[in-house]
């Protein structure tokens, strides 16, 4: 799943105005009475560790289950598989790229492609200085027919917050890599290296609709909950609440519902 703050509503919206699609955001911070602590309440710590089972520190070596919504990629009639060539990389990028190809190898996220489909890999820094591997799927997207599934509009969320005083925000750990890919669009997913080729078996970053299946697979795991004392914006899972002793309530209802999932 990933890990939990309880932080200010003012706080919240700066996150969901930046947000992205990170691996994990490790942040614990708690105002009370005007000060900050990095402890969570009492009653909170111990609800994390009675769950702790879905507050895991990695990504399990296997697939996530198949789930309501999988990622599939429908293009425009007529359209051509895309196959552009690699582009030119320094050797520290291509050290990484090894790397990070191993690593999702050994997760089980990829395989070895032999699609005619096969898009281009690119780096981009991260705050911390280290590299995020990107597949440059620009051109797959351009002939890709777009899902209209509504993202939230983060006024209407914040709306629904007006009243409560406690808030916890989940980040969910490598989100986009817990929904599988359609069986039928698996091979457009193809990038092409100095090692190889491979395709993603979940869905990777970069994709067109990949938020629209996100939002819509969150909203429906969440949907009893939604507006009632959870709000979702892509990976971002907002819990708030009148108060910490219902606080409490909140949080065990919505881990319930993860651990199920």
Same mark, same amino acid.
């Given at each position: ?80 598989? $895309?196959?552009? =060539? ?5 050797? %520290? ?8 190809? @191993? /690593? !999702? ?73 817990? $929904?599988?890919? =359609? ?5 457009? %997913? ?8 491979? @395709? /993603? !078996? ?60």
């Amino acid at each position: 799943l990933g890990d939990i703050s309880v932080e200010t509503l003012a706080r919240f919206e700066k996150d969901v105005k930046r947000t992205a699609t990170g691996f994990l955001t490790i942040a614990t911070e708690v105002e009370h009475d005007g000060e900050k602590t990095s402890e969570p309440p009492g009653k909170i710590k111990e609800l994390l560790k009675e769950f702790q089972d879905i507050l895991p520190d990695d990504l399990p070596n296997e697939l996530p289950p198949y789930r309501t919504h999988q990622h599939e990629i429908v293009e425009e009639p007529g359209s051509k598989p $895309i196959f552009r =060539a690699p582009y030119r990389l320094s050797p %520290t990028e291509l050290t990484d790229m090894k790397k990070q190809i @191993e /690593y !999702l190898l050994a997760k089980g996220l990829i395989r070895p492609s032999t699609s005619p489909y096969g898009a281009p890999v690119l780096f981009t820094p991260k705050p911390d200085g280290s590299l995020r591997m990107c597949i440059d799927y620009r051109a797959l997207n351009k002939q890709t027919i777009k899902n209209k599934y509504p993202i939230p509009r983060i006024d209407n969320l914040l709306d629904q917050l007006r009243g409560a005083t406690v808030f916890s925000k989940l980040d969910l750990q490598s989100g986009y890599w817990q $929904i599988r890919m =359609a069986d039928n669009s698996i091979h457009k %997913t193809a990038f092409r290296t100095r090692y190889g080729s491979y @395709e /993603y !078996l979940v869905m990777p970053f970069g994709l067109t609709n990949a938020p629209a299946t996100f939002q819509a697979e969150m909203n429906h795991i969440l949907r009893p909950l939604l507006d009632e004392c959870v709000v979702v914006y892509l990976d971002d899972i907002l819990i708030y609440s009148r108060d910490m002793k219902q606080h409490v309530e909140h949080l065990r209802r919505v881990f319930e519902i993860l651990r199920r999932e």
